[in-house]
C-alpha cells in the first residue's frame, strides 16, 4: 500500500478548537471525500452550492478552500488504502469535512467505512435534523409540523456488536455464567447480545444536544429510552441526561417538571426545558404531537429507528441529511448510499448532501449561508422542478438533472 500527501490549498487557513469552541477563520481549509457511485455527481452540485451561497452571504470576506482527500475507490486506484491514515489525520487536523457516500471495497480490511470512519475519529454523535420542504409528496396530512434535529449516541447500546451465536461456546458459557453466578436464568441454546451504555458517553451527547439547542435557539431537548423496561441502561440514560443538564448547564435548562410546577407551564426565557419519553410513546407523539418536539437525545438503537421514521414522516429518506460529531471533530454526509445504478448519469438527487452541507455551514456558524439554502432549496421544490425521484411522485413536475437541480437553487439563492 502507497503513501499519501495531501497539500492544503495556500491561501486557507486552519479551523481551530478552543475550549470546547470551534475558531472559524474565514477562509478555513475544509476537506471534502468525493464519494463512490453517485458521490461525484451530487457532491459536484454541491460544492457549487455551497460555495455561491457563501459568496451571496459574505460577498468575498469568506470563502470555503477544498481540500479534496481520499477515501472509497478513488482512494484505492490511487494505490493508498480504502481508509488511509493520512486520510484520517486530515479530517483530524482540519476538523471540519464533508464526504459523499462510499462503497466499502470487496475484500477490503474494513466491514464498512463509515463505521470505521466514526470509530477512529471517535464521532460519537450522529446526527439528523428532519424538516419538511412544502410540495415533498408526505405520507402524513400535517409534515410540516415536525422539525427535529435528533441527536443519536453513536458508539455504544446493544449497537456495539457485541454478541454471540446461539449455540456458541461464548454464548453457553455467558448463559451458564449468568444462570448459577448470577441467579437469572438464560436458556443455555439463546443467542446473546450485550447492551452496555456508560454515563460518559451518555453525558458527552446529550451536553452536545443541549449545547445545539442553546446555539440555535431550540426550546427543548428530549431524552428518549425505554428505561421503564432497561432500568440499567435506557432508564440510567434518561438519568444520567438530566444529571448531565444540571450539572453542566445549571443556569440555561430547566426540567419540565420544575416548568410545571414552578412556571405555570410557560418555559422561562432563554432556558431550554429538558423532558423526557419512554420510546414507544415517542413514535406516537411524533406523528400526533410533532410541534412539541425540537431537539432530542437518545440511545444509538432508539436514535436508528426514531430518525429514518422521522425522515419517512416527512417525504423519505432521499432529502435527509446527516452528520456524525465529535470533540471538535465532524464529517458530514449524505445518508443514502452509492446508488451505483445512476453512478455518472447526472440523475440523482444532490439535496441530502446539500442539506448535510448546510449542516456544515450551521457547525461553522455561518447561518446567513446556510439559511439562504435553506429558503432557495424550498422555492425549487414548490417550483416542482426537481430530479427524477421527487418528479415521479408529483403531479405536472419538470424532471431536471443533478447538476440542473443545483443551477435551480443557485439561481434562487
Ligand atoms: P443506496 O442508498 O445507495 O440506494 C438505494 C436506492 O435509493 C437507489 O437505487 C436509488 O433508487 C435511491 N437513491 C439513493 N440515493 C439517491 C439520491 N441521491 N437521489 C435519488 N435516489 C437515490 O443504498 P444501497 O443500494 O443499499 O447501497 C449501495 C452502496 O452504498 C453499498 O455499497 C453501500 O455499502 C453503500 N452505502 C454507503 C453509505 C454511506 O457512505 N454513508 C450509506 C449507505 C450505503
Known amino acids: ?83 488511509s491514515q493520512e486520510t484520517l489525520d486530515a479530517i483530524r487536523k482540519y476538523r471540519v469535512a464533508i464526504k459523499g457516500p462510499l462503497t466499502t471495497p470487496v475484500g477490503g480490511g474494513f466491514r464498512s467505512l463509515n463505521v470505521s470512519l ?66 437469572s436464568p438464560v436458556d443455555s441454546e439463546a443467542g446473546i447480545g450485550i447492551k452496555p451504555m456508560t454515563k460518559k458517553n451518555t453525558a458527552r451527547l446529550v451536553a452536545s444536544a443541549i449545547r445545539f439547542a442553546l446555539e440555535q435557539g431550540r426550546s427543548t431537548v428530549t431524552l428518549v429510552h425505554k428505561g421503564n423496561i432497561m432500568k440499567y441502561t435506557e432508564g440510567a ?41 419512554i420510546a414507544d410513546a415517542m413514535f406516537q407523539q411524533v406523528l ?13 438503537l432508539n436514535g436508528d429507528y426514531l430518525s429514518d421514521a422521522c425522515a419517512a414522516q416527512v417525504g423519505g429518506l432521499g432529502m435527509a441529511p446527516g452528520a456524525n460529531i465529535g470533540d471538535g471533530v465532524a464529517v458530514f454526509e449524505a445518508t443514502h448510499g452509492t ?21 456544515m455551514l ?3 456558524k455561518w447561518n446567513e449561508a446556510a439559511n439562504l439554502i435553506v429558503n432557495a432549496l424550498g422555492k425549487v421544490i414548490v417550483s416542482k422542478v426537481v430530479t427524477y425521484d421527487l418528479a415521479r411522485q408529483m403531479t405536472g413536475a419538470k424532471e431536471v438533472k443533478c447538476s440542473e437541480f443545483a443551477n435551480e437553487i443557485i439561481k434562487n439563492l
Open 362 to 364: 450551521e457547525y461553522m
Open 288 to 300: 400526533l404531537r410533532p410541534e412539541e418536539y425540537e431537539v432530542i437525545a437518545t440511545p444509538n
Open 118 to 183: 466514526r470509530q477512529e475519529l471517535d464521532l460519537y454523535a450522529c446526527v439528523r435534523p428532519v424538516r419538511y420542504f412544502a410540495g415533498t409528496p408526505a405520507p402524513v396530512t400535517h409534515p410540516e409540523k415536525l422539525n427535529v434535529v435528533i441527536y443519536r449516541e453513536n458508539t455504544e447500546d446493544v449497537y456495539a456488536g457485541i454478541e454471540w451465536p446461539a449455540g456458541s461456546v461464548e454464548a453457553r458459557k455467558l448463559a451458564k455464567f449468568i444462570t448459577e453466578e448470577l441467579k
Open 1 to 83: 500500500m502507497g503513501t499519501i500527501q495531501y497539500t492544503p490549498p495556500a491561501d486557507g487557513r486552519l479551523i481551530g478548537w478552543v475550549q470546547d469552541r470551534l475558531q472559524v477563520p474565514d477562509k478555513p481549509i475544509v476537506p471534502f471525500i468525493e464519494g463512490d457511485g453517485i458521490g461525484p455527481d451530487i457532491w459536484a452540485a454541491t460544492r457549487r452550492v455551497l460555495d455561491a451561497a457563501v459568496a451571496k452571504a459574505y460577498a468575498k470576506k469568506r470563502e470555503i478552500k477544498w481540500l479534496e482527500i481520499l477515501s472509497g475507490e478513488k482512494a484505492v486506484n490511487a494505490g493508498i488504502s480504502a481508509l
Open 339 to 359: 446508488a451505483p445504478k445512476y453512478a455518472g448519469q447526472d440523475k440523482v438527487n444532490p439535496g441530502s448532501l446539500i442539506l448535510s452541507g448546510v449542516m
Open 237 to 277: 440514560f434518561r438519568d444520567w441526561g438530566y444529571q448531565t443538564a444540571a450539572e453542566q448547564f445549571a443556569d440555561q435548562t430547566i426540567t419540565e417538571k420544575d416548568v410545571y410546577d414552578k412556571f405555570n407551564g410557560k418555559i422561562p426565557a432563554g432556558k431550554v426545558m429538558i423532558k423526557d419519553r
